[in-house]
T-cell receptor, first 115, second 112 residues
Framework: DAGITQSPRHKVTETGTPVTLRCHQT?????MYWYRQDPGHGLRLIHYSYGVKDTDKGEVSDGYSVSRSKTEDFLLTLESATSSQTSVYFCAISETKPTGEGPQHFGDGTRLSIL | QKEVEQNSGPLSVPEGAIASLNCTYS??????FFWYRQYSGKSPELIMF????GDKEDGRFTAQLNKASQYVSLLIRDSQPSDSATYLCAVGANQAGTALIFGKGTTLSVSS
């Protein structure tokens, strides 16, 4: 299995509080991604990173920020959590392939509930 | 808007049968195609990837790609109850490092 660790695995918090989710990889892969998965919507990209301090927005980036200060760590922050951000969050990593994207490998996920 | 379409199912097959899962995509420039399996409450797990037109086999799994028809499929031979899961089709754009576009998944149920 790809060496990806997400923390925490479960979190319950209140509306308006800040929340930070961490993704740590031991594979030294260049690319890292944050997705959320909701019933009826499938997996949707929040933000991704293509190197240290290099990040870009995905499909559903509003209300989220990210940081990547080291190759191995990619943080997702909800500055002021809302109930609509209740979801399961997955981190994924991939390495470059000559033909384009290599496969992405996923962490175990964080189940976040905002009351 | 780039889209990946899958029939949500459930697709029900008896044990030992062939399960056929299908996926269509909208971006004609897509170059990489992936199938993930996701058990309930778990993370997506990569089972197959294919880059070229034709078939690619790995054990009981065969991925089929037809770029002209913008169609990719996954065949599971000798289906087992342990294959019961949601199968996600994912398509990559023609640019390294960009994220994949996922379909919403097809739920497969294999009955013993």
């Amino acid at each position: 299995d790809a060496g990806i660790t997400q923390s925490p695995r479960h979190k319950v918090t209140e509306t308006g509080t800040p929340v930070t989710l961490r993704c740590h990889q031991t594979e030294n892969h260049r690319y890292m991604y944050w997705y959320r998965q909701d019933p009826g919507h499938g997996l949707r990209l929040i933000h991704y990173s293509y190197g240290v301090k290099d990040t870009d927005k995905g499909e559903v980036s509003d209300g989220y920020s990210v940081s990547r200060s080291k190759t191995e760590d990619f943080l997702l922050t909800l500055e002021s959590a809302t109930s609509s951000q209740t979801s399961v969050y997955f981190c994924a990593i991939s390495e470059t392939k000559p033909t384009g994207e290599g496969p992405q490998h996923f962490g175990d996920g964080t189940r976040l509930s905002i009351l | 808007q780039k889209e990946v379409e899958q029939n949500s199912g459930p697709l029900s097959v008896p044990e030992g049968a062939i399960a056929s899962l299908n996926c269509t995509y909208s971006d004609r420039g897509s170059q990489s195609f992936f199938w993930y399996r996701q058990y309930s409450g778990k993370s997506p797990e990569l089972i197959m990837f294919i880059y070229s037109n034709g078939d690619k086999e790995d054990g009981r799994f065969t991925a089929q790609l037809n770029k002209a028809s913008q169609y990719v499929s996954l065949l599971i031979r000798d289906s087992q109850p342990s294959d019961s899961a949601t199968y996600l089709c994912a398509v990559g754009a023609n640019q390294a490092g960009t994220a994949l576009i996922f379909g919403k998944g097809t739920t497969l149920s294999v009955s013993s």
